[in-house]
């Protein structure tokens, strides 16, 4: 009851968010966060139950025909990611309700982060797979209103777009492997899956399944190759930044990922790819994040650094790794929004982002210098911070690890030392570097903006000194969820002295050396990337974009050609082959022609009705073959007449005069009559006109004999009055057992009328 | 194009078009005839009208336009259904009252008679608008 509830009032805040701001004014962002704050005190409050390995379940059918429902599923797994969520979008709502002030628009920019809010918490507590991706999809379209939030600048609206085209597309792959996974189980519920993972794994879907889902969560959680619209999102207002680009949304994949790890996990592909996946991210995303110097973009590369190192732990799946991924998630989350929102109130001070251009600004804001120092500490896994335990559990896991552990230890230790100098350098060069020239001075940013960050740090602070008391319950259950054969290592911050404990020192000890000779270091490296580096992922992406459009463009153009004849050919050609195939495949074709007991005076009519087709087909002249139409339209009334059928034989009479009326008004304005075809035209149109004859009179007759269903017609003449009180059958399905279709039918002539009567207006007014 | 006979036949026509227009749509439930059919005989009648006499002519002489028309055509067939809402079943469902019970005059009436009425209206009135539009040029 009360996770799904939750959910649903945090959607009707996202909704009236908007509407409320003006009357909160400059107090929305803490109004707002009330919410979020209630839903992190309940989960906190569930850590007990959560302890004893209880799984709180709901359940709400939502498409019961479809065996669809809202099911949520909260586990360990669910309630540490959930206070994420719900603690770190309540800072970021405080955080943004101030930032946002000089922008306009403020109201609906809350709104899209309470709706983004939403979607994320729906994700981590779905128990159900097309749940999941509900929510999965709509996390994909707040992040592209937000990140397009200042859609006047092109690049922002480039960069959602870009975003949006590949987690969308990620989105869609999911969706098919969702599908594909819950064929074998027929259930889309995550407590079957999670029952049996064998099923799967020994079913011929599972590499199919596998892949898409791979996909799914590597283009959300930004990975070589998927990574380059991470940064670009960088272009986003700072809150969103911190929310979604660091602490959530790229999690969700990490987060799938362990969520179904006891599903697909274990094997060889599985370990594999997700090995390799995550290494190359690991160290890509460090590498890029070196020569940046816009502020946010070096924290954006290392973010697709650490989400890297998640997925590469979550890949190897030893005991060890489980454990590192979960404590780094946890580090990784508490430090990396702390340096986003930093980044937005150093941004909001001093008017740049550049790291150029900032220097000695320890002075000026001392307290927030402390924070970003001590965030930038956990970053470069310094004790006591709680960066510090994550680090040595991903060195031991390194270590540990089944295969190529030398390769993952190599990257891994030179991922670190870049992190180590990342943290030295952002720390001293704005801190204390050479100070530029401030259009004013920058001063202590105010209260909203500084709570988030220094809470999460003080969070990472406590957690580090005292791991076994406070991280131990948040992470012990979670790592259980992931891998129900392992148990939570008891954390401690010191380990004695081992292998890892000299990595850590020679990491800090290489960090601190490429800082010494970075003015040596740095233009090699930048050398070196624009060399090899040169074509940008982005180029590359928006090239494939481009050679799409042109593509479309071509099919369009083949397809709607806009020439009436060939649009009519194509439907005729394509209609009649297909009853063709068909009907010579159900039955053998009897034609019983028997003439025998047709009167003479119908004969005359049947010659007459001929007759007048050939000369329609020979006539030069529009009005003679008009007329020759007519005498067709009328012979046929003639005959069913003759068979009692007045209905048709009275609509008939109406149609055909009506068509020949408003024909012979469109005949009158146009041109006279001239021979344009060749032969050769002709001929195809003779051919046409054949097959499509034929294949109406062949379809007629074996209407006649063939029966494929019960007919209704039996059904509608006993219900027809007993039912609907009339008699005319006709007219009783018109208005009354299929009056829907007719209300549909009389709804398409009006529109088409009104079509016409616009098109012939419009073109008079312009002429 | 101007036809004595044909303004004569006509002016006369147009009105007897009509009352036979409304009898076929009447008569459509239990005999050969509806909506559809009475409102292509409405439609007939006026575009009879319109060639002997010219459309702009046609339209002084009429109350409503043909846009209107279809509009309120599609307006009554729509509400015809909602009865059946009120009911408690799906839309569109036939409803039935029968008037004088047990007398000499026993008439059943329901929804679909309106729903035929607002498909005469609906097919009459897109009839002229395609037709006044094209002959007008």
Redesign the interface.
């Known amino acids: 009851m009360t996770t799904g509830l939750f959910l649903l009032i945090l959607l009707l805040v996202a909704a009236i968010a908007p509407f409320l701001r003006k009357y909160l004014k400059h107090q929305a962002g803490w109004i707002y966060a009330l919410w979020p704050f209630a839903g992190f005190l309940y989960y906190l409050s569930l850590l007990p139950v959560i302890q004893q390995g209880e799984i709180l379940i709901e359940s709400y059918e939502w498409i019961p025909v479809l065996g669809l429902s809202f099911t949520f599923y909260v586990d360990g797994l669910s309630v540490l990611f959930s206070l994420l969520v719900l603690g770190i979008g309540t800072f970021i709502l405080v955080y943004a309700g101030y930032y946002m002030r000089p922008y306009p628009m403020k109201g609906r920019f809350l709104g899209y982060l309470l709706l983004f809010m939403t979607a994320m918490q729906g994700i981590v507590v779905s128990g159900n797979l097309i749940t999941m991706f509900v929510f999965w999809e709509l996390t994909s379209i707040s992040s592209y209103l937000l990140i397009g939030y200042y859609h006047e600048k092109p690049e922002a609206r480039a960069s959602a777009l870009q975003a949006l085209l590949i987690t969308g597309f990620g989105g869609l792959a999911l969706l098919g492997g969702f599908v594909l996974l819950a064929i074998p189980y027929d259930s889309y519920e995550l407590t079957t899956l999670l029952s049996d993972g064998d099923v799967i794994k020994n079913h011929y879907l599972y590499i199919p399944a596998l892949i898409l889902i791979l996909i799914g969560a590597f283009t959300k959680s930004a990975q070589f190759p998927f990574h380059f619209w991470l940064p670009g999102a960088m272009t986003a207002p700072s809150p969103v930044s911190a929310y979604l680009h660091s602490a959530t949304m790229v999690k969700a994949g990490v987060f799938l990922l362990a969520r179904l790890n006891p599903v697909l996990g274990g094997t060889e592909v599985w370990s594999y790819s997700l090995t390799i996946v995550g290494v190359t991210t690991m160290f890509v995303g460090a590498w890029l994040s070196v020569t940046q110097v816009d502020l946010k973009r070096i924290l954006a590369y290392t973010t697709v650094s650490a989400l890297g190192t998640l997925v590469l732990l979550i890949g190897t799946g030893t005991e060890y790794a489980i454990n590192a991924a979960i404590v780094f998630l946890l580090v990784h989350a508490l430090y990396k929004g702390t340096l986003f929102m930093m980044a937005g109130n150093i941004e909001k001070k001093t008017g740049t982002r550049d790291i150029r251009y900032l220097g000695g600004l320890f002075k000026y804001m001392p307290f927030a210098a402390i924070i970003m120092i001590l965030a930038l500490v956990s970053m470069a896994g310094v004790p006591p911070m709680l960066g510090f335990l994550g680090k040595e559990l991903i060195y031991e896991a390194s270590v540990a690890a089944p295969k190529a552990h030398l390769f993952i230890l190599t990257l891994g230790f030179l991922t670190n030392v870049i992190l180590v100098f990342l943290s030295l350098r952002l720390a001293i060069d704005i801190f204390w570097g050479k100070e530029p020239v401030y259009d004013k001075k920058p001063q202590e940013p105010s209260l909203s903006l500084i709570l988030g960050p220094f809470l999460m740090v003080l969070a990472s602070f406590v957690l580090g000194l005292l791991p076994s008391a406070m991280a131990g319950p948040l992470t012990s259950k979670a790592i259980t969820a992931i891998s129900p054969l392992h148990d939570a290592i008891i954390l401690k911050l010191w380990h004695g002295f081992n292998i890892v404990l000299a990595l850590s020192v020679l990491t800090l000890l290489s960090g601190y050396l490429v800082f010494r000779y970075r003015h040596q270091l740095l233009p090699a490296i930048d050398r070196f990337n624009i060399r090899y580096f040169r074509r940008e992922f982005t180029r590359v992406f928006f090239s494939m974009i481009d050679a799409f459009l042109v593509f479309t463009k071509l099919k369009t153009r083949a397809l709607q050609h806009g020439y009436h004849r060939f649009y009519l050919m194509t439907l005729f050609v394509v209609a009649s082959v297909m009853v063709w195939v068909m009907i010579w495949r159900a039955d053998p074709i009897i034609l019983e022609l028997n003439f025998s007991d047709m009167p003479i005076n119908l004969i005359a009519v049947v010659v007459l009705i001929i007759a007048a087709t050939l000369s329609a087909v020979v006539s030069n002249s529009r009005v003679v073959a008009l007329i020759c139409m007519g005498v067709i339209g009328f012979g046929i009334t003639i005959i069913f007449i003759a068979y009692s059928g ?2 048709l034989a ?2 008939m009479i ?2 055909e ?2 068509m020949i ?2 024909a012979m ?2 005949v ?2 146009l041109p006279k009559y001239q021979n344009f075809s060749s032969t050769g035209a002709r001929m195809r149109d003779a051919l046409v006109a054949t097959l499509v004859g034929t294949f109406f009179m062949v379809l007629v007759l074996q209407a006649g004999t063939s029966t494929l269903d019960a007919p209704i017609s039996a059904y509608y003449k006993e219900a027809s009055y007993s039912l ?5 059958i ?3 399905i ?3 057992f299929r ?2 279709d ?2 549909g039918e ?2 398409v ?2 529109i ?3 079509g ?2 616009a098109m ?2 419009l073109t ?1 007014k312009t002429n | 194009m101007e036809s004595i006979i044909l303004q004569i036949a006509a002016r006369h026509l147009r009105p007897l078009l009509i009352v036979l227009s409304l009898v076929v749509l009447y008569r459509g439930h239990n005999e050969p005839g509806g909506g559809f059919i009475g409102g292509l005989m409405f439609g007939a009648a006026y575009i009879l009208y319109a060639m002997a006499f010219g459309v702009a002519k046609t339209q002084e002489s009429t109350f409503f336009n043909p846009i209107n028309l279809t509009a309120l055509g599609l307006l009554i067939a729509v509400v015809s259904g909602l009865p059946a809402l009120l009911l408690g079943d799906s839309f569109m469902t036939g409803a039935w009252y029968t008037f004088f019970k047990q007398t000499a005059f026993e008439l059943k009436l329901g929804t679909p008679l309106i729903f035929d009425v607002g498909v005469y209206f609906a097919v009459a009135g897109m009839l002229m608008l395609v037709m006044f539009s094209i002959m007008e040029e």
């Open positions: 007045v209905d009275i609509t109406m149609v005069t009506l009326i408003l008004a469109v009158y304005h609907a009180f009339g008699r005319n006709v007219n009783v018109l208005v009354d009056a829907l007719t209300l009389i709804t002539i009006s088409a009328a009104l016409i009567y012939i207006k008079k």
